[in-house]
Each structure stands twice: as structure tokens, then as C-alpha cells.
């Protein structure tokens, strides 16, 4: 009388196992289509931008380069706006208040012609009130910028109370970088010419010349007159240049 008892146990077993895999399959299907439904971790912005191509073609060299460098940081941006969504368009000059700094990776140059790969360092505080806070900054953020900034604060315009004609003269591209940095504080700047070692300027000054050159000597550049000739009443540079 106990093999009966006993079968029927072994079948209740049985049906408790089968019911316990069922349910385990159950699961072992649930959990992939639970995280299916978990919302995808956005993808990280940096705003180091490495490999970008800058490429120009101009009457010389340097311009070429100036406007290779415009085109790359262009570049680097459009790649940041993308990843954040920004659909909002920027001047050139937006960008550039934006970034902190460019290193040439690699370049080739020609008389006319510049054509390169370089990394642009963004400026985080800047950038993220573009792309609505997203982004990450490298190795702690700001590769020389300011960190913290909640807007891009463009130069203040210069109230002009004297325009001179000057000639700029530099020994390379990146001393009359340095220069028109310096210059746009203090002045406002027209590029009537350019050359690879000097450009005509059109020059508007805070005050008089005599006046405008000692604020513009505190900033490292001088203004001193010049030949005289048409387009060339000024002469101005890097102190120690012009």
C-alpha cells in the first residue's frame, strides 16, 4: 500500500520541478527586455576634440593657416554640437571665445596652402552653455581656460576716439596672433592687407595716439610713428618689434 503513496509524491515532485524551470525560464526572459526598457546612458561629450582637419587655400601662407585654423575650430565644434543636439548656429567668432587653445598635431604647408590635423581645446564652462550642460572636460578640465565660466564673454566693444593707419609688423604666424590678441582689448581692428611678416592696418583707439600708445605699451605692444607714407603713418607690434 506504501508504492502507491509513494508515486504519487514522486509525481507531485516531478510537477513542482517542471513549474519551478518554467518560472526560471520565465525570468531568464524578463530580464533582457527589462533592461531593453532602461533608457541608454548618454554618450560622453568631450570637449578635447583630437584629429580635426584644417585646410585652407589663400594668396599666402600665413592667411591660409588663419583660415585653416578658423575652418578646424569650426570643425571641432560641429562634432561637440552634434553629440549634444545643438542645433543653434555660431560665428566664428562664437567659437573662438570658446576655445582655450589648438595643438598642431601634424600640417603640411605651401606657399598658398595649409592643410593639417590639430587638437582644439575647448573651454568647459564656455561650451556647456551652448550644449545645455552636457559634455566632460580632459584631465580635469580647461587645458589652460578658466574653469567655471557660465557664458562666453565676448570682447566689450572699444569706444573709438582716434582711427590711425598702421603697419603691423611680425616675424611669424603666431606673433601676429599674439599681437591681435593683444591689440583687441585695447583697439578696434580692420585687416586692410596682410602679408607673411607684416599687415596694413586700419586702427580705432580709445584716445589719441600719443595717449593710446602708453596703455597699448602696458600691454606689451608698441605704437610708434612710422614712414609717413600712405597706409603706413603708425608702425605697430610685439614691444621690441615694430
Do not use: C
Not at 73 to 89: D, L, M, P
Not at 112 to 137: C, D, K, Q, S
Amino acid at each position: 500500500m506504501a508504492m502507491p503513496h509513494k508515486g504519487r509524491l514522486a509525481r507531485a515532485r516531478g510537477k513542482n520541478h517542471v513549474a519551478a524551470l518554467i518560472a526560471t525560464a520565465l525570468l531568464a526572459l524578463a530580464v533582457p527586455a527589462a533592461a531593453q526598457e532602461a533608457p541608454a546612458a548618454p554618450a560622453a561629450i568631450s570637449f578635447t576634440q583630437r584629429g580635426v582637419p584644417a585646410e585652407a587655400t589663400a594668396e599666402n601662407g600665413v592667411i591660409a593657416r588663419e583660415r585653416a585654423f578658423v575652418a578646424g575650430r569650426r570643425a571641432a565644434w560641429e562634432r561637440i554640437a552634434g553629440a549634444a543636439g545643438v542645433t543653434r548656429q555660431l560665428s566664428d567668432a562664437q567659437i573662438e571665445a570658446m576655445v582655450t587653445s589648438i595643438i598642431i598635431e601634424e600640417e603640411r604647408t605651401t606657399p598658398t596652402r595649409y592643410a593639417g590635423r590639430i587638437t582644439v581645446n575647448f573651454n568647459p564652462g564656455r561650451a556647456r552653455a551652448y550644449t545645455g550642460g552636457a559634455g566632460t572636460a580632459e584631465g580635469g578640465g580647461g587645458h589652460g581656460g578658466t574653469e567655471g565660466d557660465a557664458v562666453p564673454r565676448p570682447t566689450a566693444p572699444v569706444a573709438v576716439a582716434s582711427t590711425v593707419e598702421a603697419v603691423a609688423l611680425y616675424g611669424s604666424l603666431n606673433e601676429w596672433l599674439e599681437l591681435r590678441r593683444r591689440l583687441r582689448g585695447a583697439a578696434r581692428i580692420e585687416v586692410t592687407a596682410i602679408s607673411t611678416d607684416r599687415a596694413r592696418l586700419r586702427l580705432g583707439l580709445r584716445a589719441p595716439p600719443a595717449v593710446a600708445a602708453e596703455e597699448l605699451g602696458r600691454q606689451g605692444v608698441s605704437l610708434v610713428p612710422g614712414s609717413g607714407a600712405p597706409g603706413d603713418a603708425w608702425r605697430v607690434g610685439l614691444a621690441g618689434r615694430s
